[in-house]
């Protein structure tokens, strides 16, 4: 296990699959491959062995950092006379379009509410709180959707307190990837859970100055690294496959993708990855990697091939 320094000082310690996944140590599998599949995103190749090899390892390492969190809590109320507070174990899942982080985040929430703990685990993404097409169209944000100031921080940033404060109930509203929009009127409950996973492409975000950060509300943070080359081809995929399923539905916003040709289809797929996305992800979401507690390095067949995790 190279646990030293490299050549050049690191906050990280680098691990390779085999020594990372030998990390599993003896954590029983609480999963199925059916559960697995109801899980998998769209063209996500991920199997029973990843899980086993890298997110049982993951699961492990999360539990412990739990238990500690939750120790340093009773440390704080001893410390104030006081009872421990219920707060949330907070978990952000920060990297591209097109990486897999719904899978694994929909993956974690199945892994650690089986826990001997039970504790109860709730997934937000941060696609709740995009603008209505709407206000983006009228700030003419319409191809910025998922660049930082698509997204009402003042509201994410409310809700992430407000959990942390132990709010013992709250909404946030609800993004449709088939309409393309937020949903008038729809809200997703959120109870106060032990664990709150927060998923989306800006979790990582540094702040604008003078105002706190999400990600400093955050206990651990994962970043889906992949290259960029790698994460392209995904998207272009996915898309084809989206317009054979999604897309042929009516009210998709994307539905007259499904009627065009192979080629109409490719065009855009590479348009929207080329000016959108790919500029995201270079201009503001990699840059927040250097953030993460742990980065999941992807090879291009989706499996993860390389750990990185922060010394503490
Ligand atoms: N245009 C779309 N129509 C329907 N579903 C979509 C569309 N774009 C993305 N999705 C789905 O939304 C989820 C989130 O996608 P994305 O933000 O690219 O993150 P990731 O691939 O990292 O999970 C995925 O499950 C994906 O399949
Ligand atoms: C909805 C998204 C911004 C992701 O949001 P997140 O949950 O990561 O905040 C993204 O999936 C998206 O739709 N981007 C717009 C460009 C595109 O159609 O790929």
Partial sequence: MTLGWDTVPSPYMELSRADWSALRADAPLPLTAEELDALRG????????????????????????????????ATLADFLGATAERTPFVIGVAGSVAVGKSTVSRLLRTLLARWPEHPHVELVTTDSFLYPNQVLAERGLM???GFPESYDRRALL????????GVPETTVPVYSHLHYDILPGAEQTVRLPDILIL??????????????????????????????????????????ALRRTVFADERSYFHRYSEVDQDE??????RVW???????????????????????????????QRISLRRI
């Fill in 274 to 304: 080329r000016e959108i996305n790919e500029v995201n992800l270079v201009s503001n979401i990699l840059p927040t990697r250097a953030r993460a507690t742990l980065v999941l390095h992807k090879d291009r067949d989706h499996s993860v």
């Fill in 199 to 240: 998923e989306g492409l800006n979790v990582l975000q540094p702040p604008p100055s003078g105002s706190p950060a999400v990600s400093d509300f955050f206990d651990f943070s994962i970043y889906l690294d992949a290259r960029v080359e790698h994460i392209r081809e995904w998207f272009v995929e996915r898309l084809f």
């Fill in 158 to 165: 409310e809700f992430v307190t407000a959990m942390k404060a």
């Fill in 265 to 270: 289809t490719a065009a855009f797929a590479h």
């Fill in 42 to 73: 769209l063209r996500d190749p991920i199997d029973i062995t990843e899980v086993q090899e890298v997110y049982l390892p993951l699961s492990r390492l999360l539990h412990l950092y739990f238990m500690a969190e939750g120790r340093l809590r």
């Fill in 143 to 145: 191809d910025r959707k």
